[in-house]
């Protein structure tokens, strides 16, 4: 998995985005998740995973508002929204990951955000990532889920996109 890490990071530190030509940076993936072996190495392990979005053709998001939340628009936990009001820049499209267990998880960039000045995403350029490094693992199996927040998402079929990603790490 480290290795299969490394290829994702070192196709995606060549691309240059739509804010000028800033290389993208992976030093602000934090200290484990910008470096090989990417947390999937050693005593203990706390693995680096990377989102993207990906398949959203020239897409530009809406931001998700304070209006949204009290309509229930969409679905949210109470940490999400705690997180969410504490945010100075509210011009993102915010990931939340969630496990049953008691895994630590932390995101790179802090934001935890995909920033809109990097939308539309079009043929594989401008991609932002955000990575999210687990920790508290010990054999056995993990269940995650992450969702994209943005305007209009409910976490349904009917949303055009699909805005929840599920995956396990044994």
């Known amino acids: 998995l480290a290795a299969k890490a490394k290829e994702f990071l070192d196709t995606y530190s060549e ?26 190495q050693g ?12 398949d959203i053709g020239d897409w530009e998001p809406n931001p998700i508002t304070e209006e949204d939340f009290a309509a229930g628009s969409f679905p949210f936990s109470t940490d999400f929204k705690e997180f969410w009001d504490s945010q100075g820049d509210k011009e993102q ?11 630590a998880i932390e995101y790179f960039p802090a934001a935890r955000g ?3 000045k990097y ?9 932002p990532i955000v990575a999210i490094q687990i920790s508290g693992l010990s054999p056995g199996t993990y269940n995650f889920e992450c969702k994209a927040y943005y305007k209009g998402v409910k976490f349904t079929s009917d949303d055009t996109y699909t805005s929840t990603v599920s995956f396990s790490l044994e």
Do not use: H, M, Q
């Not at 005593?43 to 990906?54: G, H, M, N, Y």
């Open 119 to 127: 939308f539309p995403i079009t043929d594989g350029d401008n991609v």
């Open 43 to 54: 005593d203990t392990v706390s693995p680096c995973i990377f989102l993207t979005l990906t």
């Open 93 to 103: 499209v915010f990931a939340d990951c969630s496990s049953g267990d008691t895994n």
């Open 114 to 116: 995909f920033e809109l």
């Open 15 to 40: 691309v240059f985005y739509l804010d000028g030509d800033d290389e993208f940076n992976t030093d602000d993936l934090g200290t484990v998740c910008s470096k090989y072996p990417y947390g999937y």
